[in-house]
C-alpha cells in the first residue's frame, strides 16, 4: 500500500489508533462513546464496490474486530453498547 493520509475531517475529530491489515483506525474524540472510525487504505477508494473481493473480505473481518473492541471497551466503562 502506499503512503496514506486520511482526510482532514477525520484528522479533526478523530486520533490515530493502530493500523491494522487493510485500514486505518481512529479513536473519535467523543467521550461519551467508544467510536472507531475504520479507514481502508486503498487509493481511489470511496465505496465498497471499490474494494476487491479480497478486500472486502478483510474490511468485514476488522469490522467485526472493531466491535470486539467497542464492546471491550464499554464493559470495561461500565456502559451498555446500544
Known amino acids: 500500500m502506499t503512503e496514506f493520509t486520511a482526510d482532514p475531517a477525520f484528522e479533526a475529530g478523530s486520533v490515530f489508533a493502530v493500523d491494522w491489515p487493510l485500514c486505518q483506525v481512529r479513536l473519535q474524540d467523543d467521550a461519551r462513546f467508544p467510536w472507531l472510525i475504520l479507514l481502508p487504505r486503498v487509493e481511489g477508494a470511496v465505496e465498497l464496490d471499490d474494494l476487491t473481493v479480497e478486500q472486502r473480505t478483510v474490511l468485514m473481518e476488522e469490522v467485526v ?17 446500544d
Do not use: F, I, K, W
Request: positive net charge; glycine residues 12%; charged residues 30%.
Open 65 to 81: 474486530r472493531a466491535g470486539e473492541v467497542v464492546r471491550a471497551l464499554a464493559d470495561a466503562a461500565g456502559r451498555p453498547v
